[in-house]
């Protein structure tokens, strides 16, 4: 059955009967799958040539360092170029960062500088495709159909962070250079589908009159991120909760010396909290939620820094998998917020801009999360350090309360 006879037959998915959005969603699936399974492998090869959970934490900061230098730039070329081609050209480049990982293997180096290496380049590109990317999907379906693109987008997104560790955690089993060649071919798969996108370029006559300024285009964005004060609100909330609740970065050491259930394990544990997002995503995709936002979306973060506590002191598989399915459900609910919000209420002309400072954001939660974890965990150990962070994430959640009042009253979300 074609994606618009399922689309007919089922309300959840009849934005697929849009082409351009059938095809970008695919590619969205494949890089994901690429990601997910790059992360499963860099973290244990990582540590196996390390021991150190530091060196854990240099992965995600080697990567959003260049990130955040370059993001800004990012976003405004997002909104001056074309934004199908700024997905090729980074895609292009990350394929061959992926091939000069598989030649890293294939050689049997020892060192992790050249990973590093890597990975801060996969920083560079990220600061380009990912405003491209959010900008990208409020042009290719109607605007009342959003959300529901929305939760397909994030529906097949967490799909692959399902099954992406687990494939990962199992190729590993025949070394990381059989991880880095599928991952090769994911990618070039994605850049052949983003190239058979038509151009999608953003209004840039009205640029001016929607930012009301004519100098400084780069920083248009941060300027109207601070002004909007619920669009401050849900993507500083995002920052610093998960910055404070990222336990993935843990996930290696948890596998090999807290639970100890080797790459296959780390695969089950960095999947669990995709199966909870997806069945949330799922969800939304069926009955999308459109009154009480702020609500949903402080009860996600605070499931988030829950599950993250439960988490850190469980010594049993199935509690630790549980917890972190729980953790992947509150996750999913505060992003389909956030993403609401922050799209539906940007103008196009300043949207790869705004989503800059988003991508900003989520990175800086997601890498310097990574880092954070990485030095706790040194300091005080691996589970002293998930504990930390699953309490300082509640901590946030009730500021954030008290410092964005019309955040925790929002109701309509469109």
Same mark, same amino acid.
């Given at each position: ?6 689309? =007919? ?46 060196? @854990? ?25 074309? *934004? ?210 702020? =609500? ?97 994430? @509640? ?13 925790? *009253?929002?109701?309509?979300? *469109?």
């Amino acid at each position: 059955m074609s994606a618009a006879g399922a689309a =007919s037959r089922f309300t959840g998915l009849a934005v697929l009967r849009h082409p351009a959005f059938a095809r970008y969603a695919v590619c969205r699936f494949c890089t994901t799958l690429s990601w997910q399974m790059l992360g499963v492998a860099i973290a244990w090869h990582v540590y196996a040539l390390t021991r150190d959970p530091l060196a @854990l934490g240099f992965v995600g900061l080697s990567e959003f360092l260049p990130f955040l230098c370059l993001v800004m730039l990012g976003g405004h070329v997002a909104d001056r170029a074309d *934004r199908r081609d700024v997905l090729v050209m980074a895609w292009t480049v990350e394929s061959i960062c992926i091939g000069a990982l598989l030649w890293l293997a294939l050689a049997g180096g020892q060192a992790v500088w050249p990973i590093y290496l890597v990975i801060a380049t996969f920083g560079s590109t990220r600061a380009f495709y990912s405003p491209a990317m959010q900008a990208l999907v409020p042009m290719l379906v109607p605007r009342e159909e959003f959300p529901r693109a929305l939760a397909i987008n994030s529906t097949l997104f967490q799909v692959a962070v399902i099954i992406g560790p687990a494939i990962g955690g199992v190729l590993y089993l025949q070394g990381p250079a059989m991880v880095f060649g599928v991952c090769l071919g994911l990618f070039v798969i994605a850049v052949l589908l983003t190239l058979s996108l038509g151009p999608h370029r953003a209004e840039r006559d009205s640029a001016e009159a929607a930012t009301g300024r004519s100098g400084h285009v780069l920083l248009e964005g941060l300027r109207y991120v601070l002004h909007q004060r619920i669009v401050l609100g849900v993507i500083s909330l995002d920052l610093f909760a998960v910055l404070f609740g990222g336990a993935t970065a843990l996930l290696p050491i948890y596998a090999a010396e807290v639970l100890h259930i080797g790459p296959v394990g780390l695969g089950l544990l960095r999947t669990a909290p995709g199966v909870g997002a997806v069945i949330t995503a799922g969800l939304l995709m069926l009955k999308p939620i459109n009154r009480h936002g702020g =609500s949903w979306m402080f009860g996600g973060v605070a499931v988030f820094g829950v599950c993250t506590i439960v988490f850190g002191l469980s010594r049993s598989v199935p509690l630790s998998v549980l917890a972190l399915l729980l953790l992947g459900c509150g996750d999913m609910l505060s992003v389909y917020v956030r993403g609401i919000l922050v799209q539906l209420n940007t103008p196009d002309a300043i949207r790869g801009r705004v989503s800059a400072i988003n991508s900003m954001f989520i990175g800086g939660s997601n890498e310097l999360g990574e880092f954070e974890s990485g030095v706790t965990a040194r300091w005080f150990g691996a589970v002293p350090a998930v504990l930390l962070g699953g309490a300082l994430t @509640l901590v946030v959640v009730g500021a954030w309360m008290v410092l964005f009042p019309p955040l925790r *009253r929002l109701d309509h979300l *469109r």
